[in-house]
Every structure is written in structure tokens, then in C-alpha cells.
């Protein structure tokens, strides 16, 4: 990569104690993360970066009290712009020595429900998903729907949980958007088989290393969770296009599930 680092090494202060020394190495393993990553998905950039460094013109590895060499910021700018979104307003701006991305900084855009105030912003269509499993009483919604409200609550729903086997079968049934029930129903349980979707703030991700096999893992989950993202809209604006028949509709989606459910349990039993 680099034939001779002495030079580079020297604009290093000299590690004064066992933590120091950690802290270095720690640091140097993960310039060579990022290198490795640079070299793997942005190979002519990478190439113009390492001529400007063996001619002197850029540090090889980020100087003392700064996250970043001048390659390795613009690394994180080619993964946001090519590749998935970086938090490059936090990751960037506020660019110490101690604040350097050790792991890779996934800024989910899923559901997430840390603090109560998430809950009251949604969308009435999302508010009622919550109502739909059980999570929200009737009683919240008292000041949102006038004559409607007795056309929408009275309509009974099925007590009982939901298999995703049973509620994938009964939406594969259905038409579009109606179809894509199934991955709202995911989005509210923040299970969507995607770190995009399901982390939050009280569960983050934080555990993705700088590897190539990492990466493209990242950026297969974030088209599927840009696709379930795509699908969830375009069911919310089908709901609350015509809510009443629509929102009867889906009662009848889940009820049917939670029914299909339970027969697949006592099947399993018998």
C-alpha cells in the first residue's frame, strides 16, 4: 500500500504510557480499515488519494487531536453519496480526535418510540397501526373523528397475536396496496429484518465494523428497507385516501390473520 510509513509515523507524538499506546494502535487499525474499504469500492479515487500522499501532499494517516485525514473524510462523503447515508452533519462538523467513527454511523429512519411526543407526530393512518395491535386505546383518538368515530370503532378485531407465516399468507391475497400491510405491520414492530428500519435510539446499531463484508451487507439492507419504505407510504396514502372503507378493510386483513394464526398453532399441537 504505503512502502515506507517512517516519515508518516513521525508526525506522531510518541505514546507516554500503556493507554496511549492502545489508543494509538486502536487508531492505526482502523486508518487500515478505511483504507481497505477505500481501495475496495472507490478504486481510481483511491489511487489519486495515495499519489497525493506518497508526494507529501496529505497525511496517510489523520494528524494528533483530528478524527480524520483529508482521504478518509472524503471516503465517508463517497459512501453517503454512493452508497448509504453517513450522519455527515454530526460525523464531520464535530471532527475531534475522540469523536472518530470506530463502527460504521447508521442513522436509521424507521419508527422509533424512545420518547411519547414520536407517537403524538405520526401520521393519523401510522396512529391507528398502533390502535389496530393493541398498543393505543380507543380513548386517544376521542378528539380526531367526528361522526366517523362510531364507524370506525365499532368494528370488532379479533383478540390474538399475529404470525408473520399467517399475516405474510393472508397479504399475498390481497391486492395492492392492500398487500403492503405486512410491511407496515413490520415497520410498527421494528422488525424488518434491516438495521435501517428497526434500530432506535434506546436499541441502536452500534456494531457495525469497517469491513467490506459489513458494507455490502449495509447496502443490501438499505435498498430492501427503501423498498418496505416505498410500500409502507404508499399504503398510508391508500388508507387515509378513503379511511373508513379502507381502514374496514384492513381490520378484516388482520382479523383474518389473527384467526390463520391460531390454526397453524393448534395444527402444530395436533
Known amino acids: 500500500m504505503i512502502s515506507d510509513l517512517t516519515d508518516t509515523l513521525r508526525a506522531f507524538q510518541v505514546p507516554l504510557n500503556k493507554y496511549e499506546a492502545r489508543r494509538f494502535l486502536e487508531r492505526v487499525r482502523s486508518a487500515i480499515d478505511y483504507l481497505v474499504v477505500y481501495q ?14 506518497s508526494q507529501g501532499l496529505a497525511p496517510l494517516f489523520p494528524l494528533r487531536g483530528e478524527a480524520y485525514s483529508p482521504h478518509e473524510a472524503q471516503l465517508l462523503r463517497l459512501i453517503d453519496t454512493n452508497l448509504f447515508p453517513l ?30 411526543d414520536d407517537f403524538l407526530e405520526m401520521d393519523l393512518g401510522w396512529q391507528l397501526m398502533f390502535y389496530l395491535i393493541g398498543e393505543v386505546g380507543e380513548g386517544f383518538f376521542q378528539d380526531l373523528f367526528g361522526d ?45 429484518g434491516t438495521v435501517w428500519l428497526d434500530a432506535t435510539m434506546e436499541m441502536p446499531c452500534a456494531t457495525a ?50 384467526i390463520l394464526t391460531k390454526q ?5 399441537k395436533s
Not at 40 to 53: A, G, K, L
Not at 90 to 96: E, F, Q, S
Not at 214 to 219: A, H, P, S
Request: hydrophobic share 40%; glycine share 4%.
Open 40 to 53: 475496495h469500492y472507490f478504486p481510481s479515487e483511491y489511487t489519486e488519494s495515495m499519489e497525493q500522499i
Open 87 to 116: 450522519s455527515l452533519w454530526y460525523v464531520l462538523d464535530d471532527a475531534g480526535e475522540d469523536n472518530r467513527c470506530y463502527t460504521i454511523p447508521v442513522e436509521p429512519f424507521g419508527i422509533d418510540l424512545s420518547t411519547g
Open 148 to 192: 366517523e368515530r362510531d364507524a370506525i370503532f365499532t368494528i370488532p378485531i379479533e383478540e390474538g397475536k399475529v404470525d408473520d407465516a399467517a399475516l405474510r399468507e393472508v397479504c399475498e391475497r390481497q391486492r395492492e396496496p392492500l398487500a403492503f400491510f405486512r410491511c407496515v405491520i413490520d415497520l410498527v414492530a421494528n422488525d424488518t
Open 209 to 258: 465494523d469497517w469491513s467490506i463484508e459489513t458494507i455490502d451487507e449495509l447496502i443490501k439492507q438499505y435498498a430492501e428497507a427503501l423498498d418496505m419504505k416505498k410500500k409502507s407510504d404508499h399504503f398510508m396514502k391508500w388508507l387515509e385516501g378513503d379511511l373508513i372503507p379502507n381502514f374496514t378493510e384492513v381490520i378484516r386483513v388482520w382479523n383474518e390473520s389473527v
Open 264 to 268: 397453524m398453532h393448534q395444527e402444530q
